[in-house]
């Protein structure tokens, strides 16, 4: 005859914070400790392509600036093709295709430094409008959370995305807009990301 097994209770999470810079972006917490730090900046002068900034905010319930998110990003090149990474993450072709940031301390801001991408293939067979896939952790958040960001220029091409028309309404839509500016003659792209509240962003579960 079997034993019952004693009730086991829940085992405790953690969230991502507060030392998430330290062991993911340590060089804007100070600390000199890799050989190679992780880069905003995916693109070079060789890069072919728009050369963007993506910009913006990470919001919380109450709409202040989080000044501890970390903020990843995945995306295709101009041609909407994805790049396979090297072994040590970094890449040293004209185009990486992966960055990583920590929001500013001061300003709450984070920015990439990168190319507009292309119309990627859906697993559907469905082009994809162009996009970029963003990934968020930070204090108070237990798994990462995943979004992306979809561009104000391509209103056709995202009328058409497979993943935008699973947003049944419009103004939830638009939380994955990213805006086209121009600064000092830069294109720019902002695109602030709301947690909580009124005007949450639309996150994914992946």
């Given at each position: 005859?079997?034993?019952?097994?004693?009730?086991?209770?829940?085992?405790?999470?953690?969230?991502?914070?507060?030392?998430?810079h330290?062991?993911?972006?340590?060089q804007?917490?100070?600390?000199?400790?890799?050989?190679?730090?992780?880069?905003?900046i995916?693109?070079?002068?060789?890069?072919?392509?728009?050369?963007?900034?993506l910009?913006?905010?990470?919001?919380?319930?109450?709409?202040?600036?989080?000044?501890?998110?970390?903020?990843?990003?995945?995306?295709?090149?101009?041609?909407?093709?994805?790049?396979?990474?090297?072994?040590?993450?970094?890449?040293?072709?004209?185009f990486?295709?992966?960055?990583?940031?920590?929001?500013?301390?001061?300003?709450?801001?984070?920015?990439?430094e990168?190319?507009?991408?292309?119309?990627?293939m859906?697993r559907?067979?469905?082009?994809?409008?162009?996009?970029i896939?963003?990934?968020?952790?930070?204090?108070?958040?237990?798994?990462?959370?995943?979004t992306?960001?979809?561009f104000?220029d391509?209103?056709?091409?995202?009328?058409?995305?497979?993943?935008?028309?699973?947003?049944?309404?419009?103004?939830?839509?638009?939380?994955?807009?990213?805006?086209?500016?121009?600064?000092?003659?830069?294109?720019?792209?902002?695109?602030?990301?709301?947690?909580?509240?009124?005007?949450?962003?639309?996150?994914?579960?992946?």
């Open positions: 005859m079997m034993t019952p097994l004693p009730y086991l209770k829940e085992t405790v999470s953690q969230t991502a914070g507060p030392y998430v330290i062991g993911l972006v340590p804007q917490a100070g600390f000199d400790i890799f050989e190679k730090n992780f880069s905003n995916l693109a070079t002068s060789e890069t072919k392509g728009e050369k963007i900034v910009e913006g905010r990470i919001i919380d319930g109450q709409g202040a600036p989080v000044y501890d998110a970390l903020v990843e990003i995945w995306q295709a090149d101009a041609e909407g093709n994805y790049v396979q990474p090297p072994k040590d993450g970094f890449g040293a072709g004209a990486r295709g992966w960055g990583r940031v920590g929001t500013d301390f001061g300003t709450g801001i984070y920015r990439f990168t190319v507009k991408p292309g119309s990627v859906g559907s067979g469905r082009l994809m409008a162009p996009h896939n963003i990934w968020i952790v930070a204090r108070g958040i237990n798994i990462g959370l995943h992306r960001a979809y104000s391509e209103v056709e091409r995202n009328n058409a995305d497979p993943v935008l028309k699973l947003v049944e309404h419009a103004e939830r839509r638009k939380t994955l807009i990213a805006v086209r500016e121009e600064r000092d003659g830069q294109v720019l792209y902002r695109f602030n990301i709301r947690l909580q509240g009124d005007g949450e962003t639309v996150f994914f579960d992946l």
